[in-house]
């Protein structure tokens, strides 16, 4: 069974603070990694999907970084802001390239103080 | 598209009592999942669908939960009896295919209450 771990398990800052937060998988049979936000009383939506190991992808103050041979990725936050408080989550396809069976780590919650 | 739509939204039941969760995917989309939060396990897959049929249902808890997929518009998860440990919010997703970058969309969810 695929194993996705993330820390910290939550975290608070200042408005304006950056951040940033791990999500580690198994090196082998890596696929792909996704990140989500979830906000509260709402549903996780997707924020990057990286396959190539050294991918980096960014969305607004938000970017992730990905790693494959060592199984981590980063997920960046600049300039922390009271909307960006949320718990992401990210996740990663057990078993073959066709399974969109995701399997998703207990996320990482932010709060941002303002 | 409407996205993900999810009913009902919040129930509230008492234990022994029979729930059924509905969902209704993104119009087109081949992918059908159902996933469970809980404080202590997070967010965790029961079954998924491809093409109606269900494919891998290994995260089912046990015999009282099963989930029907009758058409490409419409899955039940239904549990009977129902318990307070299955007290949960309960997310349906949708996804374009099986390939394992493609993103799921998520409905509301159904947050369950079993008194």
């Known amino acids: ?114 | 598209d409407a996205g993900v739509i999810q009913s009902p939204r919040h129930e509230v039941t008492e234990m022994g009592q029979e729930v059924t969760l509905r969902c209704k995917p993104i119009s087109g989309h081949d992918y059908l999942f159902w996933y469970r939060q809980t404080m202590m396990r997070g967010l965790e897959l029961l079954i998924y669908f491809n093409n109606n049929v269900p494919i891998d249902d290994s995260g089912m808890p046990e015999d009282r939960f099963s989930a029907k997929m009758p058409n490409a518009s419409f899955s039940t998860l239904k549990i009977q009896p129902s318990e307070p440990r299955d007290s949960a919010v309960y997310f349906c997703a949708s996804s374009s295919s099986g390939y394992g970058a493609n993103v799921l969309t998520f409905g509301a969810g159904s947050r369950l209450t079993v008194l």
């Not at chain 1, 993330?6 to 950056?18: K, T």
């Not at chain 1, 049979?29 to 990286?50: C, D, G, I, Q």
């Not at chain 1, 190991?53 to 494959?68: H, M, P, Q, V, Y």
């Not at chain 1, 300039?79 to 990482?108: H, R, V, W």
Request: aromatic share 12%.
């Open chain 1, 1 to 114: 069974i695929l194993n996705v771990e993330q820390s910290p398990q939550s975290l608070h800052v200042q408005e304006g603070d950056s951040t940033n937060f791990t999500c580690s998988f198994p090196s082998s049979n890596f696929y792909a990694l996704h990140w989500y936000r979830w906000e509260t009383a709402k549903s996780p939506e997707a924020l990057f999907v990286m396959t190539l190991n050294g991918d980096e992808k960014k969305k607004g103050r938000i970017s992730a970084t990905l790693n494959t041979k060592e199984g981590y990725s980063y997920l960046y936050i600049k300039g922390s802001q009271p909307e960006d408080s949320a718990t992401y989550l990210c996740a990663s396809p057990e078993g073959s390239s066709n399974t969109g069976k995701l399997i998703f780590g207990q996320g990482t919650t932010l709060q941002v103080k303002p």
